[in-house]
């Protein structure tokens, strides 16, 4: 917890104390690398230093040490194996002690041929395994209708979920080695039985997987082109369009926006229709200023001033906004004016001691806790709302 009487250090912005700073640093290695990058101007040396230690030490090392034999984790690609089991890992379930309630209708809709979810919501009921695109928006739900997660939330321990949260937390892909090749030899997803690396129909886990294969150097040129190939006119996605959605969801559309920019950080490359469909996937939250629809004016969702982490598929202002940090600090490009109010909503979400509370965490099976409970500063949310503040305000952006 962080003291109320901490000011201002010298050097530093508005948006950070001394004494929240200090209290950052004293992180895992996976967090506290990107303070020292992000927040407290450490030279490369140092940082990269930090880095380096994620796959050796703390949550990388253990995530790392969960790995099967395949190259798998948890015996499965998106889902574990065994879902209720999973060989029960330390602490799985304990880290997510609540779903959240109120989950997204977060296309475009319009209120003519309202959808029926009560069948979905029957199915999750019954305890049945949910991918992102059976809780994305249809396109034909009323703009004021939302699915909720599951009770019992997902796992999020199989190898997809396990590979994310690595590669988020900078692990170093050379720790890895070899693990490309196992999962292309063995390792299918649950739909279709695809090939790993070949990707899948879901628009989010495909963008997921795009990430991850650049990640670790496997062959995901594939999955860019389908990308490409599968964005809605609008510009943004829908992980249901293969049920006939043609309306662009909050969701998927950041997480695709997500995969994009890592796959181009990671390869130093992209053709000229990726590039332009990031630009045009951008343009579809921008002109929604990443809180509205564009067709009412009307938040889409409460999640949207939801934040809590870890991210996973959700969208929240928070969310979108570093990564729009993020993504401007790759093109070299100044904030858009068009995020003002999701910067305002972020800030007006900091504590009067310069943190952000975790929020109601996404239920769900893990291996082990990251992050705080419901009602307590979170580390993690700390680092993404202070660093969005400090890209926003004028001359304190610096290099990625």
Known sequence: MVNEG???GAGLPAELSAGVLKWLIDSDPALRWQVER??????PEVWQATRARVAREGFGARLISLQDPDGQWAGGAYFPKEPTGVGEPASVGEAESASVKERASAGEAEPASVGDPTAAGEAVAAGDLVRPAELEPTGELEPTEELG???EGQPWTATTWSLNTLREWGADAAALAGTAEKLAAGCRWEYDDLPYWDGEVDCCINAFTLANGAWLGAEVGGIARWLVEHQM???GWNCMWVEGSTRASFHSTLNVLKGILSYEQATGAGSAELRAAR???EEYLLKRRLL?????????GPWVGH?????RWFYSALNAADYFREAALHDGVPPDPRIAEAVELIRQARQPDGTWLQAEPFQGQVWFDVDVPEGEPSKWLTLSGTRVLRW???GQVQAS
Not at 292 to 300: A, M, N, W
């Open 307 to 311: 934040f809590t982490y870890p991210f």
């Open 279 to 281: 630009r045009a996937g």
């Open 38 to 43: 992000d927040l407290a101007d450490e030279p």
């Open 392 to 394: 926003w305000e004028p």
């Open 149 to 151: 997660p599951p009770e």
């Open 233 to 235: 006119a609008e510009g």
């Open 6 to 8: 901490d000011v201002p």
């Open 292 to 300: 509205y629809r564009l067709s009412t004016g009307e938040s889409p």
